[in-house]
C-alpha cells in the first residue's frame, strides 16, 4: 500500500446525495510512497443552506461558508493535487461520487483508482464486528482531534494506515489493497478501448456477440459501474461467466434517470430478444380476466392483454403470462375462498363441482348459495389483483431531469400504454398531436405503477387536462 502515491481525503457535505447535496469542506493528506508529503483543506461554499442536523454533526453553518471558496474556484488546484494518486477515503463511494459529481459539473474528467479503508479494515480485521470510523479510532487507539471535520479525519485515516503497517505483515496488506485495487480484466473478445467513454451516469447497455447477435440487455443508474461489475475476475453468476466469454461489443444509451433507464430496458428486451435475458423476455399470451360485478353472475372472461381497452380497465384482474397461469391463478383463488369451480368456468356440467365434493366450495353449484352472493364473493377475492385503474382523465406527462448533465427527457403516457420519450419539446409536441397505438404491457404497467405511486424529486408528472 505504501509503495505508491496516496492522498487520505475526507468530504463534509449538506447531505448524502451526491447528485442533490454539495461539498462544505474538503481534507486531504499527501502521502508519495509511505512518506508524508503534507496536507490540505479548505471550507467550501455550497451555494445552499447547510441542514440544521448537519450543522450540529460537523460544527460548520452558513456563516463559516459564506465566504469560502466555491468548488468550481478549488477545482484547478485540488484537481492537481489528486491526479495520479490513489484516493483513499472511509465508505470510499460517498466521497468519490461527490468528487467525481463535482468535478464533472465543471468539465473535469475525475476517475482515479479508489481504496476504500472500510473494506480494508473488512478483509483485515474480519473478526471484528464493526468498521466505522469511530470503531477504528477505538479499537486501534488512535486519536482525532476535531471528529467530523475533514482534515481530522483524513489525517486519521492515514494514521490507520500507518498503524496496520506496525501491526500487520506488510505483504498481507499488499496482497489485499491489490486486490481491491484491481479492476476487472476485459474479456479478451472485448477491444481494448471497449470502456472508452462509458459514462456513470443512468441508462441502458447492450451487450453483443459474434455477428452483432444481441447478448444481455441491462440498466443501472451508473454505466460504467454496472458493466465493468459484469467482467469482475469471480464471475459470481454463471451468465456473466458466459457474457464474458461471448461479448464482442458493447452499446449503451444515456438516460434522464433511473425512470427512462428501466423503460428503455424493458423495450429494448422485448425488442431485440436477447439471450440471457429470460425475466422480460416478451411474451404472445399475456392475459388478463374481464369481470364486471354490475353485470350480474357470470363466467369471468379472459382477455388478450394487448387488446385490452382502456374502457375495460376498472374491471381487468390479474397480469399474466400465459392462459395456463391464469388458469391456475383462477384455481388458487377458488381454493382460498371456497368459490364454485362451475361458477368461474373452471369446469362444466351441472351437479356439485369437484370442491364441493371436497366441502370446499360453498354450494353455488347445487343451490346452497345464491348466484348473487356467489358473485359478491368473487368481486371480494378478485379485488386484490384487480389492475390499477388510469388515475388520470387524459395523457401524461412524466418530465425526468439529471441534475448533473442537465439532461431532461419526457414521456408520454396515456391507461398505462407507454407512448414514448422525447428529448425536445419539437419532438413531443409532434407525438402529442399524432394518434398513437400502443399495446397493454404487463412490465410497463407494473414499471409506471410503481413509479407514479412515489416520484422522486427528479421525476415530474403532468396531467394533460
Known amino acids: 500500500m505504501l509503495d505508491r502515491p496516496l492522498v487520505f481525503l475526507d468530504l463534509e457535505t449538506t447531505g448524502a446525495t451526491a447528485h442533490v447535496d454539495r461539498i462544505t469542506e474538503i481534507g486531504l493528506v499527501e502521502v508519495d510512497r509511505g512518506r508524508y508529503v503534507g496536507e490540505w483543506s479548505s471550507l467550501v461554499n455550497p451555494r445552499r443552506r447547510i441542514p440544521p442536523s448537519i450543522q450540529t454533526l460537523t460544527g460548520i453553518n452558513d456563516a463559516m461558508v459564506a465566504a469560502a471558496p466555491t468548488f468550481d474556484e478549488l477545482a484547478p488546484e485540488l484537481f492537481d493535487r489528486l491526479a495520479d494518486k490513489v484516493l483513499v477515503a472511509h465508505n470510499a463511494r460517498f466521497d468519490y461520487g461527490f468528487l467525481r459529481n463535482e468535478f464533472r459539473r465543471f468539465g473535469y474528467e475525475y476517475a482515479p483508482k479508489v481504496l476504500c479503508t472500510v473494506k480494508l479494515s473488512r478483509r483485515l480485521f474480519p473478526h471484528e464486528r464493526r468498521h466505522n470510523l469511530d470503531s477504528l479510532i477505538a479499537r486501534h487507539e488512535l486519536s482525532c482531534d476535531n471528529r467530523h471535520r475533514a482534515l481530522a479525519d483524513a489525517r486519521v485515516l492515514w494514521d490507520f494506515t500507518q498503524h496496520i503497517h506496525h501491526q500487520l505483515d ?100 422485448k425488442r431485440l430478444a436477447p439471450h ?80 364441493h365434493q371436497l366441502r370446499k366450495c360453498r354450494g353455488a353449484c347445487v343451490g346452497r348459495e345464491t348466484e348473487l352472493n356467489h358473485a359478491m364473493r368473487v368481486s371480494m377475492a378478485f379485488n386484490k389483483m384487480r389492475i390499477t385503474p388510469w388515475p388520470f382523465k387524459n395523457r401524461i406527462l412524466v418530465r425526468e431531469r439529471n441534475a448533473i448533465t442537465g439532461l431532461t427527457e419526457t414521456h408520454l403516457i396515456d391507461h398505462w400504454r407507454y407512448l414514448g420519450g422525447y428529448r425536445s419539446q419539437m419532438d413531443l409536441f409532434d407525438q402529442y398531436d399524432t394518434r398513437h397505438e400502443a399495446a397493454f404491457d404487463i412490465d410497463t404497467y407494473k414499471l409506471l405503477v410503481s413509479a407514479l405511486k412515489k416520484p422522486t424529486r427528479n421525476l415530474q408528472i403532468i396531467d394533460t387536462e
Not at 461471448?246 to 434517470?257: L, M, P, S
Open 170 to 269: 506488510s505483504n498481507a496488506i499488499r496482497a489485499v489493497v491489490d486486490e481491491l485495487l484491481r479492476a476487472p480484466a476485459l474479456p479478451a473478445g472485448l477491444p481494448p478501448d471497449a470502456m472508452k467513454g462509458l459514462p456513470d451516469t443512468p441508462g441502458v447497455y447492450i451487450f453483443y456477440g459474434d455477428n452483432d447477435s444481441v447478448l444481455y440487455v441491462g440498466k443501472s443508474v451508473n454505466l460504467r459501474t454496472r458493466v465493468m461489475s459484469h467482467f469482475s475476475g469471480d464471475h459470481s453468476t454463471s451468465k456473466d461467466m458466459h457474457i464474458s466469454r461471448d461479448i464482442r461489443r458493447i452499446e449503451w444509451i444515456e438516460t434522464a434517470g433511473d425512470f427512462g433507464a428501466l423503460i428503455k430496458e424493458s423495450q429494448l428486451i
Open 276 to 355: 440471457y435475458n429470460r425475466r422480460l423476455r416478451e411474451s404472445k399470451d399475456t392475459c388478463t380476466y374481464h369481470w364486471n360485478p354490475a353485470d350480474g353472475p357470470k363466467i369471468p372472461t379472459l382477455v388478450d392483454l394487448v387488446e385490452l381497452e382502456p374502457s375495460l380497465l376498472g374491471h381487468a384482474y390479474g397480469t399474466f403470462r400465459s392462459r395456463r397461469a391464469a388458469r391456475q391463478a383462477l384455481k388458487n383463488i377458488a381454493d382460498e375462498y371456497g368459490l364454485c369451480l362451475i361458477q368461474l368456468g373452471l369446469e362444466k356440467g351441472k351437479g356439485p363441482c369437484f370442491a
